[in-house]
Structure formats: C-alpha cells, structure tokens
C-alpha cells in the first residue's frame, strides 16, 4: 500500500543513500535533471503553446504570449531535490508547483528552495511552490485541476501502477500532460544486474506504451537516454545504463 511503501523509505531509504558514496550528491542529480528537462521543455512547448513561457524554453517558442489567464499547475511525486519542479518557475506567467517527497532526508533542503521560490520568482508572478511530505495518491489532489504530472524514476517502486496511473489521471486536466522516466531495465532480472533499490517493475519501451495507453493516455514524445559511464558524467564509475523519458498527454476530450 501507499502507507506502507512510505514507512518503508522513512526506515531503509536514507541509510541506503548514504551509502551510495555520493551517486546521489546533488551537483550530479543537477546534471542528470539539466539534461532530462532540456528533452522536456522543447516537447512540451511544441505540444502546446502555453508551455512556451517555461524557464529555458527555446528562443522560438519564448517568442509566443507569455501572460496566462490562469496558471499553470505542475506536481511532482518523487521530487528529491526539487531541481527539475523548480525549472517550471517562471517570472512571466503564474505557475503552481506542488512536490509530494515521502524521504524525509530532503525535506529542510526542499523546503528552503521553495521558501526562495515564494519570495522572489514565484510570488512576483502570483504562483506558489508547496511541499507534501509524504506520498500522492488519489485524495491529494482536486479532480482535474493538473496541467503537468512529473515523475522520475517512480513508477517501478510501485506495487499497483493501474491504480496510481488512475489517480494521475483524474487529477489531470483534460488535455493535461504526464511525464515519466523509468530506467528500461526489463532484462535485468535474469541477468542479475541490480540498480536502485526497491524496484517492483521492469520495464521496456513496449511494456511501459502498452502501461499508459490501457490507461487511455496518448504518447506525445519519447526518447531513449543513454547515461554512460564516461569522464564527467553523473554516472562515472558505474556501468552504462538507460532511462526512458516519455511524454503523455490525457485527451482533451473522450
């Protein structure tokens, strides 16, 4: 359940972290969200024209109306450090950004960015930044009133994705947008690779587009991220491995 999935990363999840020798210091995660919102923001500005104000949003797509006659709502589960939520800040239109964290280790840290958020970016464009120290699920959020779900490296901890994917769902507006990376690790099991920790589910590109699409969202984009173990990568000293980075969309109408 939920709840139990929770207790279980207050308890194991911090000392796993802190014996990871570093894997997880934030200058590398900042890299590693540097190069996942650089795939992000260029598709969703492309998707749709409201996106076009996002923070770092191509020269072109910027050229569009910045002012929104509402704002944005964009929510992240599993937001660790707040780095990718935070890129969605603009000064130019009112963004709402919401991070649900149940690892109470990043607590004070994403508190106090988004405490610098609500003071200067944010509050000057009538937004707002709000952490929920603990897990999403379906009562956390009014029906339909999401335009962006972000989650990275969530949905193979889950034990039951049909029923988060449902809750997602009827948070999402129509026409709003998910986007999910999953690292595609479908082999790994019989190889007897392991990455992470908690992994309930394994997936490849097939499996993850037959996954949202019973749900009744629509893909927008997809890519492949090869992360290498190459000089200078985040990843440096550990094997090569890959993310899968999607971009789905609810239909606006059904």
């Known amino acids: 359940s939920a709840s139990e999935l929770a207790e279980l990363y207050a308890q194991h999840f911090d000392r796993f972290q802190r014996t990871r020798q570093g894997n997880y210091d934030v200058h590398k995660v900042s890299r590693l969200t540097e190069r996942t919102y650089s795939w992000l923001a260029p598709q969703l500005a492309t998707a749709a024209p409201?996106?076009?104000?996002?923070?770092?949003?191509?020269?072109?797509?910027?050229?569009?109306?910045?002012?929104l006659p509402r704002p944005l709502h964009v929510v992240e589960m599993g937001c660790m450090h707040g780095l990718l939520l935070s890129r969605f800040?603009?000064?130019?239109?009112?963004?709402?950004?919401?991070?649900f964290e149940a690892t109470p280790e990043y607590h004070p840290q994403l508190q106090r960015?988004?405490?610098?958020?609500?003071?200067?970016?944010?509050?000057?464009?009538?937004?707002?930044?709000?952490?929920?120290?603990?897990?999403?699920?379906?009562?956390?959020?009014?029906?339909?009133?999401?335009?962006?779900?972000?989650?990275?490296?969530?949905?193979?901890?889950?034990?039951?994705?049909?029923?988060?994917?449902?809750?997602?769902?009827?948070?999402?507006?129509?026409?709003?947008?998910?986007?999910?990376?999953?690292p595609l690790q479908r082999d790994h099991p019989s190889r007897g690779l392991t990455f992470g920790i908690?992994?309930?589910?394994?997936?490849?590109?097939?499996?993850?587009?037959?996954?949202?699409?019973?749900?009744?969202?629509?893909?927008?984009?997809?890519?492949?991220?090869?992360?290498?173990?190459?000089?200078?990568?985040?990843?440096?000293?550990?094997?090569?491995?890959?993310?899968?980075?999607v971009l789905h969309r609810k239909p606006a109408a059904l």
């Open 50 to 67: 409201e996106w076009s104000s996002a923070a770092g949003a191509p020269a072109a797509a910027a050229a569009a109306p910045a002012a």
């Open 113 to 182: 960015r988004f405490d610098a958020l609500n003071s200067d970016v944010l509050r000057a464009a009538g937004g707002k930044a709000e952490l929920v120290r603990g897990l999403f699920d379906g009562s956390s959020l009014e029906p339909g009133s999401v335009d962006l779900f972000l989650s990275s490296h969530v949905i193979e901890h889950l034990s039951d994705p049909c029923n988060w994917l449902r809750d997602v769902w009827n948070a999402l507006k129509p026409g709003g947008y998910i986007f999910s990376q999953v």
């Open 198 to 245: 908690f992994h309930l589910l394994y997936f490849d590109e097939a499996s993850f587009s037959r996954l949202m699409r019973r749900q009744g969202f629509v893909q927008v984009a997809a890519e492949v991220d090869v992360l290498s173990n190459g000089s200078g990568h985040p990843l440096r000293g550990r094997p090569a491995s890959l993310n899968l980075n």
């Open 89 to 99: 800040n603009s000064s130019r239109s009112p963004r709402l950004l919401k991070c």
